[in-house]
């Protein structure tokens, strides 16, 4: 039995990745679910799964859990502390890194630094301290697999010895407003911005996607998992999300992973690999899907993702002063306090105020991602 902590377990990718395991309940144990503070469903998957430990961010969630839990023998623990024990307890195997954003940074690491097999599906981690969270992989004998579907599609596509290739191109599907009229962006609406075409994901990453700063974390993420330059990196609008993403080889080949777009494919290729096993995801029918659509990226309409690619090249904390002012911007998208049109100002803003400087401590990154959130939350009131 593999045993698992799944840290984020409330949200899109921890309930995929239960789901995955549900089908194969003989290979798998949940040692331990985290949550932010959604009570009634971290309960839920308590009841469900009877983990040892339960863990939730906020203390006053994590309390009221544990009167929920009062009659089982799960442990309800609170706070980043307990999120960095549960993700490097001596009898878990394999880690799913799910928490979305800057928070998900320090139990992330700790699972590298315990030389767990971490499921990475949080980008923020190697956006944030790239240098140090590979690392640290390196120096503790972790296994590194990525979870988001463009990055498992390169690693899947990708020889061990990845000798001889030219491009990465990773897909986007263009998001919501691929098409949209660019001068009705000011007014459109959280709503709108999180009614993905193809994907189910949570607010906040749906929002990402309709600005493609997802796509701009991507490739700073994959220049930290490929050792590759961003100018090797290229994204290619794919509006059906089939081809997840490609790897172009100097002798002209171009290998592609294909599927529906559904995170439980990648998520059992983590847990599985280098075996495979069955995600419960339908079979790919190319008959009915009929046509591929390719297009270039319009910077003009996507801003986060030239910011994004400009923030790599500069290096340091600066792509870690780019995630912090993109998620205070996005928050205050999703708040209504900000219109969608602004959320590249804001990030801009923030750059602009504050210098990245050498990343070589996890203290410099967390300083500058403290300093770059309270700049962004001056440019949103300003902004206003």
């Not at 377990?9 to 995955?20: E, F, K, S, W």
């Not at 059992?268 to 075996?275: E, R």
């Not at 300083?367 to 440019?379: H, K, Q, S």
Request: aromatic share 6%; charged share 20%.
């Amino acid at each position: 039995m593999k045993k698992i902590t799944i840290l984020g377990a409330t949200g899109t990718i921890g309930i995929n990745t239960l789901d995955v395991i549900k089908r194969h309940s003989d290979e798998f144990e949940v040692v331990a679910l985290t949550g932010h503070r959604q009570i009634d469903r971290l309960a839920a998957l308590c009841f469900e799964w009877s983990p040892r430990y339960a863990v939730m961010a906020d203390s006053d969630a994590a309390a009221q859990l544990e009167q929920r839990l009062k009659n089982t023998p799960v442990q309800v623990l609170s706070g980043t502390s307990s999120l960095s024990q549960v993700a490097s307890l001596p009898e878990v195997d394999i880690v799913m890194a799910a928490i979305v954003g800057a928070a998900g940074l320090l139990p992330t690491l700790a699972a590298a630094q315990a030389g767990k097999r971490v499921l990475l599906a949080n980008k923020e981690a190697l956006v944030m301290s790239g240098q140090l969270f590979m690392d640290a992989v390196r120096e503790h004998g972790a296994e590194l697999l990525p979870i988001d579907s463009e990055h498992n599609a390169v690693f899947q596509c990708m020889p061990p010895s990845a000798a001889g290739i030219s491009r990465i191109l990773l897909t986007a599907s263009g998001g919501p407003f691929r098409s949209y009229p660019i001068e009705q962006l000011h007014d459109v609406t959280p709503d709108q911005a999180c009614a993905h075409p193809n994907w189910n994901m949570g607010r906040k990453i749906s929002v990402d996607s309709a600005t493609m700063m997802n796509k701009g974390l991507e490739i700073i993420e994959a220049c930290w998992l490929f050792s590759a330059p961003p100018e090797q990196i290229d994204v290619v609008l794919h509006p059906q999300s089939v081809i997840h993403s490609m790897v172009e080889y100097v002798d002209g080949s171009v290998l592609a992973q294909l599927g529906n777009p559904d995170m439980r494919t990648p998520i059992a290729y983590g847990l599985a690999w280098p075996d495979r096993i069955d995600s419960g995801v339908p079979r790919l029918n190319l008959i009915d899907i009929a046509r591929l659509d390719f297009e270039a990226v319009d910077f003009e309409r996507f801003p986060c993702l030239k910011l994004a690619s400009e923030a790599m090249l500069a290096g340091g904390t600066t792509s870690t002063i780019l995630n912090a002012a993109n998620e205070v911007a996005v928050e205050a998208f999703l708040q209504e306090r900000l219109r969608f049109t602004a959320i590249p100002k804001v990030i801009e803003t923030t750059l602009s105020q504050l210098t990245g400087r050498m990343a070589n401590s996890l203290e410099v990154i967390l300083e500058d991602d403290a300093r770059a959130r309270e700049l962004a939350f001056e440019a949103v009131k300003t902004d206003n």
